[in-house]
T-cell receptor
Framework: EDQVTQSPEALRLQEGESSSLNCSYTVSGLRGLFWYRQDPGKGPEFLFTLYSAGEEKEKERLKATLTKKESFLHITAPKPEDSATYLCAVQATPISNFGNEKLTFGTGTRLTIIP | DARVTQTPRHKVTEMGQEVTMRCQPILGHNTVFWYRQTMMQGLELLAYFRNRAPLDDSGMPKDRFSAEMPDATLATLKIQPSEPRDSAVYFC??????????????FGDGTRLSIL
C-alpha cells in the first residue's frame, strides 16, 4: 500500500528564515510526486510535479527536490503570504494499460511565517 | 483562470437526511475525482471517473454513498442516509488523463458538510 509521511506537522518561521519540509514515501513504482498548497477554507492548489530522482522544480521562493525515498520543499526567505498547509502526494505506476490516477496524500505541514 | 466549481459550499443537515453535492469540472478535463478531508485521515480518494465512466470507487462506502456523472459538465456525490461520521469537507478535482500520461489534478474549494 502506498504511504506518504510529512514532517514536521507544523513549522513556525520568522519572515526571511529559510527552511525545508520533508515528504517521505513508499510506493510500488513512482509515476509522479505532487506538491500542493492549501489555504484555510480552500481546496489544494497545485504547485509541482516531480517524476524521477534528481529532478528539481522552482517557483518563486519554493524549490522541490526528489530522491528515491523522499522529497523536500525548500522555502527560501519566506514571506507571511507563504503561510499555508503544504501537502505532498504520490501517484503509483499503473500495473496495466488501464491506468492509475489515484493520489495518496500525506497529512501535510502547516507552515506559519511570522512578520 | 478556469476553476472547478462545487455547490453548496456549506451544508448542515440532520442525521438520516439525503445530501447531494455537485461539481462542475474544468472544461476540457476528462477525469473527475471525489475526495474527503478530515483532521484525522487527511485527504482520501472516494471515487473517480474518466470520460464519465466510473473507474475506481473503492474508497467509498457503497451502502450509503453514490457518485455519478450525468453529463460531462456535472458530477454528483450523494449520501443517503447521512450519519454524523460523514461530517467532513468533500472536494471535487478534475484533470486530463489518458493511458500513459496524466496532468495534475485541480481542486474546487469543497463542500463543508456537518451532519447533526
Amino acid at each position: 500500500e502506498d504511504q506518504v509521511t510529512q514532517s514536521p506537522e507544523a513549522l513556525r518561521l520568522q519572515e526571511g528564515e529559510s527552511s525545508s519540509l520533508n515528504c517521505s514515501y513508499t510506493v510500488s513504482g513512482l509515476r509522479g510526486l505532487f506538491w500542493y498548497r492549501q489555504d484555510p477554507g480552500k481546496g489544494p492548489e497545485f504547485l509541482f510535479t516531480l517524476y524521477s530522482a534528481g529532478e528539481e522544480k522552482e517557483k518563486e521562493r519554493l524549490k522541490a527536490t526528489l530522491t528515491k525515498k523522499e522529497s523536500f520543499l525548500h522555502i527560501t526567505a519566506p514571506k507571511p503570504e507563504d503561510s499555508a498547509t503544504y501537502l505532498c502526494a504520490v501517484q503509483a505506476t499503473p500495473i496495466s494499460n488501464f491506468g492509475n490516477e489515484k493520489l495518496t496524500f500525506g497529512t501535510g505541514t502547516r507552515l506559519t511565517i511570522i512578520p | 483562470d478556469a476553476r472547478v466549481t462545487q455547490t453548496p459550499r456549506h451544508k448542515v443537515t440532520e442525521m438520516g437526511q439525503e445530501v447531494t453535492m455537485r461539481c462542475q469540472p474544468i472544461l476540457g478535463h476528462n477525469t473527475v475525482f471525489w475526495y474527503r478531508q478530515t483532521m484525522m485521515q487527511g485527504l482520501e480518494l472516494l471515487a473517480y471517473f474518466r470520460n464519465r465512466a466510473p473507474l475506481d470507487d473503492s474508497g467509498m462506502p457503497k451502502d450509503r454513498f453514490s457518485a455519478e456523472m450525468p453529463d460531462a459538465t456535472l458530477a454528483t456525490l450523494k449520501i443517503q442516509p447521512s450519519e454524523p461520521r460523514d461530517s467532513a469537507v468533500y472536494f471535487c478535482a478534475s484533470g486530463f488523463t489518458g493511458i500513459g500520461y496524466s496532468q495534475p489534478q485541480h481542486f474546487g474549494d469543497g463542500t463543508r458538510l456537518s451532519i447533526l
